[in-house]
């Protein structure tokens, strides 16, 4: 089984440059305190393309709701999304960094567990002095690692069906490699099978 940093630098590696880079610019929020319905509007970028969305999602509290809004959103373009579910939520404070007499200043540490699949969990943490800040970032973050992850395996899958026409045995067994590194983020059947779809209607 291989780790996060190694399905994370060979996304970097076949994407090339190309890869999403999410960040959250600005969020409303409107919570029900009574049933913990909450509603949450976000507006994020690429920062990269400087592609813009705004992001509606509904949930049981802030994370939920974006977390939701956000699949809702990718999920069409990126089908994998919708194989992975939330495991782990936790805030921890970090005392020694409040500068004001009450510390009520102090950054917290989010971190934020996405299962695949496989129930295979990946760890995404982010520290702010803003905790609803912290939350939706290591939330995207986690969705925008998942999004890379799958233009990449198109990409391998892609090159290595090229590969195999050409008749070239090296590239087949690099590019059979590389796509065996890359299930380990989360299921593609659904996005082998549009790719398959879209190759018989070619």
Do not use: W
């Amino acid at each position: 089984m291989v780790d996060r940093e190694t399905i994370f630098k060979l996304v970097s590696e076949v994407l090339d440059g190309t890869d999403l880079r999410l960040k959250v610019d600005a969020f409303s929020l409107r919570e029900n305190l009574e049933d913990g319905q909450a509603e949450v509007r976000c507006d994020i970028h690429d920062q990269r393309t400087g592609e813009r969305h705004t992001i509606d999602g509904r949930g049981v509290g802030l994370v939920d709701a974006f977390f939701n809004g956000v699949v809702a959103v990718y999920s069409g373009q990126y089908p994998s999304l919708k194989s992975i579910r939330f495991a782990d939520f936790a805030i921890k404070a970090t005392t020694d960094t409040g500068r004001q007499a009450a510390r009520s200043d102090m950054a917290a540490q989010v971190t934020v567990s996405i299962a695949n699949s496989d129930n295979r969990e990946f760890v995404f943490s982010r520290a702010s002095q803003s905790i609803t800040g912290a939350s939706l970032t290591v939330v995207l973050k986690g969705v925008e690692f998942f999004i890379n992850s799958e233009r990449a395996y198109i990409a391998v899958y892609q090159a290595l069906q090229h590969a195999r026409k050409e008749k070239r045995p090296d590239s087949v067994a690099r590019y059979t490699e590389q796509l065996s590194v890359l299930v380990e983020a989360t299921s593609y059947s659904e996005v082998i099978e549009r790719l398959q779809r879209d190759k018989a209607h070619a």
